[in-house]
């Protein structure tokens, strides 16, 4: 199981065994559930069971009676907790059917205070009672938020999972089309369609064929990549699918046997999932939607900022050591600089920088409805901020847009307490992110706590202290990054940490040489992407009767969503170290662009923003020639698909029937960067990009995460424990770079290129012999 990274955005990657002296996390035994975390874990999976359905079990139908805002319930309650309270019994909270948006102002409130409830239960049986209240009473998106921020920050809550969010709330990540379709689905009617659609092909394919398959390339000629279906001659329904067949080109979960066996009587089909078009609006970007719109893209951006939500003081809910602000930081830095690279590679140009004086031509239109029925709002093409008129609230964070800009130019302020902050130095990097984040360990009350949300409300046309509000991409985190917009909004705000890291001292050669240690060379593998295919359960849309057997949900139907995504083949890394003697080192690797948008050769010191790290381990070095292996498929940050909602449940209740005990060591983590984004799409005679490598000495300061008993989908927040050692995200490039002193011998580069194989030729000019069917045989013969 890959373990999260602390080297969050800059891309870090951890160490598991690839030879004897790579150090590994301290192993533990295999430890299975025992009957009480299982029906913890049951009891979460079944609150979160087709969200938009009223709650059907009778047990947490009666734990929801029995809450009365007893104090005594809760080890602490809080101020945040008695305006939720009060709030309730005055009609004020949001309830079921309203669309809740995480970076607006009001709807933060009353998470906040809900959170609290949930975090300051005094036991689980008091956390249920609770929990099955909310799921009664507040807003949907709101329930989803507070009870995956409890079961990432309770300690007692070590090894639960949620499902991935995703399939919690598959409306902010897939198109209406699909959503209208699974949610009307009729079987009966579905059957009596499919048997009148054969009749009608039967007569097309055999009698028509060569003039069905002519017309139906003049059809589908304006085809995207990700819209295979119409070369496949299929539509945007639903199909009946072959398990047997499904497991061969499935990837992910959905090729393990534990899928196999849960599938088994069940009923499977499949819809073809398409990305936003150009429909009202001409945006070039669009063709940029397979990356902008990736589940696992926005769901890394989601759960980063579940991490530490800004509304959470680090001291108070106990991850101070955890350096929240760089946290944040560099995940926005990873975001910007991975979409940076796939304009370059689909010769988009450089991210345009947000300016208020500018207009931003391109709209966009997400295409996504909420879980409430109302479509999400759209930007128009030409946009700028004359488009709305509640120029007070632009002002206003504007204003302290700038007033930190000034505090940065100043190099220190004063806060109101008497204390002298210097901005000159490496550690002060925590107050500049938190700062910009706009979060709650902001502790000047010169500055106006979560400053940032109030941009995000005047994008989307919420007011202030407006409580019902129609849906927007733009207040939520899981959605914010489908749109283009988003990009250069916050590429601007992530120029002041840039200036803040050029405004340090570059580090000296003394400081980056490490004496008696050689990096000779690093074999690469060839980096080639491709498309394959991607299957996403979203049968908690299904409005048809759920069943139940003694208590259990039953899945007699599974809707699994078919989507193209970007992948690559795994690739390796094979290190040459000579030493003169043993030490431990941590071994960086880092990747990047050779050119600009003019095809222009950068140095590493014009363009060192644009390098992500792409893995970090510990290695012990011996004297002599050191050799390593690296597989990409075992860099320490990333994670692979995800464990479905129907996978998790089937594991769970077989281990309550005592036919398969639930393994606690395998527990998946939530955060975590697709590894299937790893490297950009590239180009078919290859994208030339540069690997840097960089050997340091170790010098963490104690064991890193995990050492608990078993992985933990938390990830660790809160331990202090995160960080493979206690240098700066993105070392050594943090910092500006002089040539001449940063090359030392225990660093190397290597130009390399990126490869793209287009596995869709096969369809194009009529070529497909079994058009109207899926090509089970996709990746064959590739």
């Not at 198109?175 to 209208?180: F, M, Q």
């Not at 398409?274 to 397979?290: A, F, G, M, Q, V």
Request: aromatic fraction near 20%; glycine fraction near 4%; hydrophobic fraction near 40%.
């Amino acid at each position: 199981m890959k373990l999260l990274s602390a080297f969050i955005a800059s891309i870090v990657v951890g160490c598991v065994l690839v030879a004897a002296q790579i150090l590994e996390p301290t192993q533990h035994e295999v430890k299975y559930a025992d009957r009480a975390f299982l029906q913890k874990q049951k009891f979460l999976l079944e609150i979160l069971h087709r969200l938009e359905s009223p709650l059907l079990f009778a047990k947490y139908l009666n734990y929801a009676a029995d809450f009365h805002f007893d104090k005594n319930d809760f080890v602490v309650y809080d101020e945040h907790m008695v305006q939720f309270e009060t709030a309730y019994k005055a009609g004020y909270i949001l309830p079921r059917g309203e669309f809740f948006g995480a970076l607006v102002k009001s709807h933060m409130t009353q998470v906040w205070g809900l959170f609290n409830y949930f975090y300051y239960a005094k036991d689980f049986e008091a956390f249920m009672h609770v929990a099955s209240w909310a799921r009664m009473h507040v807003s949907e998106g709101m329930f989803v938020a507070a009870l995956t921020l409890a079961v990432i920050h309770r300690d007692d809550f070590e090894g639960l999972m949620l499902p991935p969010i995703y399939e919690i709330l598959p409306q902010h990540f897939f198109t209406s089309k699909l959503i209208y379709e699974t949610e009307k689905f009729d079987y009966n009617m579905w059957i009596r369609q499919i048997m009148y659609e054969k009749e009608y092909k039967d007569f097309l394919y055999q009698e028509n064929r060569d003039a069905y398959k002519q017309h139906a390339y003049i059809y589908t000629k304006d085809w995207k990549t990700w819209q295979w279906w119409k070369m496949m001659g299929l539509g945007e329904q639903w199909y009946t699918e072959d398990m047997t067949k499904l497991a061969d080109i499935a990837v992910g979960n959905y090729k393990t046997a534990r899928f196999s066996n849960m599938a088994k009587g069940t009923r499977i089909f499949t819809m073809p999932t398409d990305y936003t078009r150009n429909i009202e609006y001409y945006n070039e970007h669009s063709k940029l939607s397979y990356f902008t719109e990736d589940v696992d893209w926005n769901s890394y951006w989601y759960y980063a900022n579940m991490d530490y939500a800004y509304f959470m003081n680090s001291t108070k809910y106990n991850f101070a050591a955890d350096r929240r602000g760089e946290h944040w930081a560099n995940a926005l830095k990873t975001m910007l600089t991975r979409y940076q690279w796939e304009r370059l590679s689909q010769e988009l140009g450089e991210t345009p920088e947000y300016s208020a004086e500018s207009v931003f031509e391109h709209g966009y239109n997400p295409q996504l409805i909420s879980y409430n029925g109302i479509q999400f709002g759209y930007r128009q093409n030409d946009f700028d901020y004359m488009h709305y008129t509640d120029f007070d609230q632009f002002n206003r964070f504007i204003y302290y847009y700038k007033r930190v800009t000034l505090l940065l130019e100043k190099g220190h302020f004063m806060t109101k307490n008497g204390t002298f902050i210097d901005l000159r130095r490496p550690e002060s990097i925590e107050v500049m992110a938190n700062f910009m984040e706009g979060n709650a360990d902001l502790f000047d009350s010169h500055f106006a706590i979560y400053w940032r949300i109030f941009s995000h409300m005047y994008f989307a046309g919420v007011d202030a202290n407006q409580l019902h509000v129609l849906p927007h991409i733009f207040v939520n985190h899981e959605t914010m990054f489908r749109d283009p917009f988003t990009y250069s909004y916050y590429k601007r705000f992530y120029q002041v940490i840039y200036k803040f890291n050029s405004l340090l001292p570059a580090y000296t050669r003394d400081e980056l040489l490490l004496p008696g240690v050689r990096l000779t060379d690093v074999q690469v593998s060839e980096l080639m992407t491709y498309f394959d295919f991607s299957h996403f359960d979203v049968s908690t849309l299904l409005n048809d009767e759920t069943l139940f057997i003694e208590d259990t949900y039953v899945f007699d139907k599974i809707f699994l969503a078919r989507q193209q995504r970007l992948n690559h083949k795994p690739f390796t890394l094979d290190y040459t170290i000579e030493a003169e003697q043993p030490q431990k080192v941590v071994v960086r690797a880092f990747l990047g662009p050779c050119y600009d948008q003019n095809r222009r050769a950068l140095s590493l010191a014009e363009y060192r923003e644009n390098f992500i790290e792409i893995d970090e381990f510990i290695y012990e070095l011996v004297a002599g020639k050191n050799t390593i292996k690296r597989d990409s498929r075992d860099f320490y940050w990333t994670i692979d698909d995800r464990r479905t909602y129907a996978e998790l449940y089937h594991a769970v209740i077989i281990a309550l029937g005592g036919e398969k005990p639930l393994e606690l060591n395998v527990t998946q983590q939530h955060w975590g960067f697709p590894d299937r984004l790893l490297l950009p799409q590239g180009w078919a005679k290859g994208y030339p990009m540069q690997l840097f490598f960089f050997v340091a000495p170790y010098t963490g300061p104690h064991v890193r995460y995990p050492s608990y008993e078993h992985s933990s989908f938390s990830g660790g927040v809160g331990s202090g424990k995160r960080y493979i050692d206690n240098k700066p995200f993105d070392y050594p490039f943090d910092r500006p770079i002089i040539e001449t002193e940063f090359l030392v011998p225990n660093m190397f580069m290597k130009n390399v290129k990126v490869y793209h194989e287009l596995l869709e030729e096969k369809y194009q000019d009529g070529k497909y012999e079994n058009y109207g069917t899926f090509d089970y045989t996709y990746k064959e013969n590739n």
